[in-house]
T-cell receptor, first 116, second 114 residues
Framework: DAGVTQSPTHLIKTRGQHVTLRCSPISGHKSVSWYQQVLGQGPQFIFQYYEKEERGRGNFPDRFSARQFPNYSSELNVNALLLGDSALYLC???????????????FGQGTRLTVV | AQSVAQPEDQVNVAEGNPLTVKCTYSVSGNPYLFWYVQYPNRGLQFLLKYITGDNLVKGSYGFEAEFNKSQTSFHLKKPSALVSDSALYFCAVRDGYNFNKFYFGSGTKLNVKP
């Protein structure tokens, strides 16, 4: 089975632009979460979606938004990009069932976003 | 609130020697603790987890971790380090309500010298 796939792997954007990052979870996983990893730091939680509904949101501005599609894939959108948005954006998928809370999350390889 | 701390930015060990990467946690409720490894320009790979049960948890690639409730620690260990173990290691704790939300430590860079 394929793991979590993210696209694109790298991209460069200019300040003020908009960006869309994509994630396909592991087959059978219904939950997708997004994390931002700034260089030298641990990943920070941005969003979590389960069954197309937002289930959690981290401390990020409204410029960040996301959605989940019927096939459980997800998009992360960032508007009005700032230099500080430069980071590795990681997508994680899991079964997403609270009853199965002992399951781990599986991460994609990330999208490296550089804002210039 | 849930949080983890990794007190060492970097750990240096010689190949063949035992290694320890430290992690302490602060949680409300039962701790669900994880270790992930990140190689350069890659995502995170799951190593092991503690949910309940034995305090010594065995994981991938010969790694293990010891859960210590009294010291609120979850240190990662390996009896004999390999050069290929050199990477960035993250300790994480799961949110008590949202099981898909993790709080990560700042990471520890492990350098294994030949």
């Amino acid at each position: 089975d394929a793991g979590v796939t993210q696209s694109p792997t790298h991209l460069i954007k200019t300040r003020g632009q908009h960006v869309t990052l994509r994630c396909s979870p592991i087959s059978g996983h219904k939950s997708v979460s997004w994390y931002q990893q700034v260089l030298g730091q641990g990943p920070q939680f941005i969003f979590q979606y389960y069954e197309k509904e937002e289930r959690g949101r981290g401390n990020f501005p409204d410029r960040f938004s996301a959605r989940q599609f019927p096939n459980y894939s997800s998009e992360l959108n960032v508007n009005a990009l700032l230099l500080g948005d430069s980071a590795l954006y990681l997508c994680a998928s899991s079964l997403g069932d609270r009853v199965l809370g002992n399951t781990e999350a599986f991460f994609g390889q990330g999208t490296r976003l550089t804002v210039v | 609130a849930q949080s983890v701390a990794q007190p060492e930015d970097q750990v240096n060990v010689a190949e063949g020697n035992p290694l320890t990467v430290k992690c302490t946690y602060s949680v409300s409720g039962n701790p669900y603790l994880f270790w992930y490894v990140q190689y350069p320009n890659r995502g995170l790979q799951f190593l092991l987890k503690y949910i309940t049960g034995d305090n010594l948890v065995k994981g991938s690639y010969g790694f293990e971790a010891e859960f210590n409730k009294s010291q609120t620690s979850f240190h990662l260990k390996k009896p004999s380090a390999l050069v290929s173990d050199s990477a960035l290691y993250f300790c994480a704790v799961r949110d008590g309500y949202n099981f898909n939300k993790f709080y990560f430590g700042s990471g520890t860079k492990l350098n294994v010298k030949p």
